[in-house]
């Protein structure tokens, strides 16, 4: 057992030596080598569209932090710009898309020829996995359905969620047309990012806190069930993040993935009586934490680990890091977590 097979040993909810961990967003401006690199790349998106570069700020926070596993630098509205949303990220703004909100538009939309149209980002997964030889396992990414769809629908994103909403309330059969859409766009890229050597999949569903519980369940849910039964055959394990779902873990937890990622509004413990013995829990750290000194972080580590018990748990923050964080605060939960998390035998 070492720091290569940890991570995926947790998924499956086998013995781990200690708690393995990665960070959501773990190369992003907080580093300062990935600052160089983004200086280098003419914007964002190109740095997500040449492989070099996509590889080169992948394996960044692998060799700074220690994590127990690598993250494909991509981002989730990359597949979307290939169904035909036009796509840019202005500086300081985060992306701005052309938003489709009618029939004619949804009907518009194409399921792209991932192999042919998405190629930079399965060129940059066949890279990191020669770079990384065998050290960490890759795991690649998608956003979940009804995310996507909140960001084709505000065309940024969203506040009050209003126009994704308008489309789900007044118009749900062309919402359903739309999710579909996607579906099969994840289905297609999330398959092709197995094939070319992705180890494990996440889903991103960062904005379906939005939702009710019953709307989580007509819109939302049945989308990533869908998702996750098509690709379970490819073998590689599936955490599905429903970021601020509180009140949607226990049905999260009838989709079919290996791992739920947990946000830090809730306690790991009181997760896990809503979802049963089945999954691995991910998560859950406040990324505000570490913006502490290391014995508040040692101490709010701590309470993480001792919530997830001797239950299958992969250490995560609950959402991205932030740019203000220091690196060494970084490096100092992984040390902590790799510490605290070994298993007495
Ligand atoms: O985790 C990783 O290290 C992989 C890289 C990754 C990025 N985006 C890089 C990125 C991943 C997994 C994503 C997913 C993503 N993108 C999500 C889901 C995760 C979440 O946070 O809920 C979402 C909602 C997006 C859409 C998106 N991309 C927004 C809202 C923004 C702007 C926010 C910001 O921080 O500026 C982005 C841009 C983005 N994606 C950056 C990075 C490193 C910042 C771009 C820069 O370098 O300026």
């Given at each position: 057992m070492s720091r290569a097979d940890r991570f995926l040993q947790a998924l499956a909810g086998q013995p781990v030596d200690t708690t393995p961990l990665w960070i959501m967003?773990?190369?992003?401006?907080?580093?300062p080598e990935y600052r160089a690199t983004r200086a280098r790349a003419h914007d964002f998106l190109t740095l997500c569209k040449t492989p070099e570069l996509a590889c080169e700020v992948t394996l960044q926070p692998v060799e700074r932090?220690?994590?127990d596993a690598a993250i494909l630098f991509s981002d989730i509205l990359i597949p979307v710009e290939k169904m035909g949303v036009p796509l840019t990220f202005a500086e300081g703004e985060g992306p701005r898309l052309q938003p489709v909100r009618d029939a004619a538009g949804i009907a518009a939309l194409r399921v792209p020829d991932v192999e042919g149209e998405l190629g930079y980002v399965l060129d940059a997964i066949r890279l990191v996995r020669r770079a990384l030889d065998g050290k960490v396992p890759l795991i690649g990414f998608a956003g979940a359905p009804f995310t996507l769809l909140s960001y084709v629908v505000?065309?940024?994103?969203?506040?009050?969620?209003a126009e994704t909403k308008r489309l789900l309330f007044a118009a749900p059969e062309l919402a359903h047309r739309l999710l579909q859409k996607i579906a099969d766009t994840t289905v297609a890229y999330l398959g092709a990012q197995v094939r070319a050597g992705a180890q494990a999949l996440q889903l991103f569903d960062s904005w379906v806190g939005q939702l009710a519980p019953e709307d989580f369940s007509a819109f939302a849910a049945p989308y990533v069930k869908q998702v996750i039964d098509r690709l379970t055959p490819l073998g590689a394990p599936i955490i599905y993040f429903a970021n601020d779902g509180a009140m949607l873990l226990g049905e999260a937890a009838?989709?079919?993935?290996?791992a739920l990622g947990v946000d830090w509004r809730v306690p790991l413990d009181r997760a896990r009586a809503q979802v049963g013995d089945q999954v691995t829990l991910q998560g859950n750290l406040d990324p505000c934490v570490l913006f502490a000194p290391p014995e508040v972080i040692e101490r709010r580590a701590a309470d993480v680990l001792r919530r997830a018990g001797d239950r299958p748990h992969v250490f995560n923050l609950g959402h991205g890091i932030l740019p203000p964080t220091p690196p060494e605060h970084a490096e100092a939960l992984v040390e902590i977590v790799h510490r605290l998390g070994q298993r007495r035998s």
């Amino acid at each position: 057992m070492s720091r290569a097979d940890r991570f995926l040993q947790a998924l499956a909810g086998q013995p781990v030596d200690t708690t393995p961990l990665w960070i959501m967003r773990q190369a992003g401006r907080y580093l300062p080598e990935y600052r160089a690199t983004r200086a280098r790349a003419h914007d964002f998106l190109t740095l997500c569209k040449t492989p070099e570069l996509a590889c080169e700020v992948t394996l960044q926070p692998v060799e700074r932090l220690g994590v127990d596993a690598a993250i494909l630098f991509s981002d989730i509205l990359i597949p979307v710009e290939k169904m035909g949303v036009p796509l840019t990220f202005a500086e300081g703004e985060g992306p701005r898309l052309q938003p489709v909100r009618d029939a004619a538009g949804i009907a518009a939309l194409r399921v792209p020829d991932v192999e042919g149209e998405l190629g930079y980002v399965l060129d940059a997964i066949r890279l990191v996995r020669r770079a990384l030889d065998g050290k960490v396992p890759l795991i690649g990414f998608a956003g979940a359905p009804f995310t996507l769809l909140s960001y084709v629908v505000e065309g940024q994103t969203g506040k009050q969620f209003a126009e994704t909403k308008r489309l789900l309330f007044a118009a749900p059969e062309l919402a359903h047309r739309l999710l579909q859409k996607i579906a099969d766009t994840t289905v297609a890229y999330l398959g092709a990012q197995v094939r070319a050597g992705a180890q494990a999949l996440q889903l991103f569903d960062s904005w379906v806190g939005q939702l009710a519980p019953e709307d989580f369940s007509a819109f939302a849910a049945p989308y990533v069930k869908q998702v996750i039964d098509r690709l379970t055959p490819l073998g590689a394990p599936i955490i599905y993040f429903a970021n601020d779902g509180a009140m949607l873990l226990g049905e999260a937890a009838k989709l079919g993935a290996h791992a739920l990622g947990v946000d830090w509004r809730v306690p790991l413990d009181r997760a896990r009586a809503q979802v049963g013995d089945q999954v691995t829990l991910q998560g859950n750290l406040d990324p505000c934490v570490l913006f502490a000194p290391p014995e508040v972080i040692e101490r709010r580590a701590a309470d993480v680990l001792r919530r997830a018990g001797d239950r299958p748990h992969v250490f995560n923050l609950g959402h991205g890091i932030l740019p203000p964080t220091p690196p060494e605060h970084a490096e100092a939960l992984v040390e902590i977590v790799h510490r605290l998390g070994q298993r007495r035998s």
